[in-house]
C-alpha cells in the first residue's frame, strides 16, 4: 500500500470541479484524494477520476472513487472507498483483486472488526466531531474511538467529521493514522495553503505526542 502516516486524505465537494480541487490539494501536500461526488453520471466520474488518478501518479499520492467500484475498475484508480450500505466488501475485493486498496466507512468497533475480516485496507471512522459536510444520522464518537479500534485492528485509521488544524492534534494523538477531510481544505479560501497547514499540523502532532 502507497499509505503512509500521517496521512492527508482530501475528499472532493460537490460545489466545484474536482479534478481542479484534487490539483490545488495535492500542491499542498494531501498523500490521498477520494473522489466524492453523489449527482454526477457515470461518464462524468469515470473522466473525473482518469485526470486524478493522472494527478495522484504525479504526486506519487493515492486515488481512490467514492462508492463506485465499476468506475475505480474502469478507470483503474488506486482504489475505492465503501460505505455500510455499498457493494459488501469481500465481493469488491473479488472485483478489484488483492493490490488496489479499498477503504471502508466505519463508526463502531464491531465494524471495523468486519471490515478487517472482510480484506479492506483501511478503515474510514467518524464521525469523529460534528460536522455539517456531510449528512449523518449518528452522534460523533470522538476521539477516544480511535484508541478503541486502534487496540483490535492492524489497517490503518483515517478519522473523518468536522476535524481542522484546531483538533487534529487530539485525533492524530488518539492513534490515527492520518484524517480525511471535505471543507477544512476545499472551502478554504486557499485550499493549497489550507492542506499545507493541516499537513505540517499533523506531522508536528505525529512526531510529538
Not at 71 to 94: M, S
Not at 141 to 151: F, L, Q, S, Y
Amino acid at each position: 500500500m502507497l499509505l503512509t502516516s500521517p496521512l492527508l486524505c482530501c475528499i472532493t465537494a460537490e460545489n466545484s470541479c474536482p479534478v481542479e480541487q484534487a490539483e490545488k490539494a495535492l500542491e499542498g501536500g494531501a498523500g490521498m484524494i477520494q473522489l466524492r461526488h453523489k449527482s454526477a453520471s457515470g461518464s462524468q466520474l469515470f473522466t473525473w477520476a482518469q485526470k486524478i488518478q493522472a494527478l495522484c501518479r504525479h504526486h506519487q499520492a493515492v486515488c481512490i472513487v467514492n462508492d463506485r467500484v465499476d468506475i475505480a475498475l474502469a478507470a483503474d484508480t488506486d482504489g475505492v472507498h465503501l460505505g455500510q450500505e455499498d457493494l459488501p466488501l469481500t465481493e469488491a475485493r473479488k472485483l478489484l483483486g488483492s493490490d488496489k486498496i479499498i477503504g471502508a466507512t466505519v463508526s463502531t468497533v464491531d465494524e471495523a472488526k468486519t471490515a478487517c475480516r472482510d480484506g479492506c485496507s483501511y478503515v474510514g471512522l467518524g464521525q469523529i466531531f460534528p460536522t455539517i459536510s456531510k449528512k449523518k444520522n449518528s452522534e460523533p464518537v470522538g476521539p477516544g474511538r480511535i484508541r478503541e479500534i486502534k487496540a483490535i485492528i492492524s489497517v490503518p485509521v483515517l478519522a473523518i467529521g468536522g476535524i481542522d488544524t484546531s483538533n487534529v492534534c487530539d485525533v492524530i494523538r488518539a492513534g490515527a493514522n492520518g484524517v480525511a477531510v471535505i471543507s477544512a481544505v476545499s472551502e478554504a479560501d486557499d485550499p493549497v495553503k489550507a492542506a499545507a497547514q493541516l499537513l505540517k499540523t499533523m506531522q508536528t502532532c505525529h512526531r510529538n505526542p
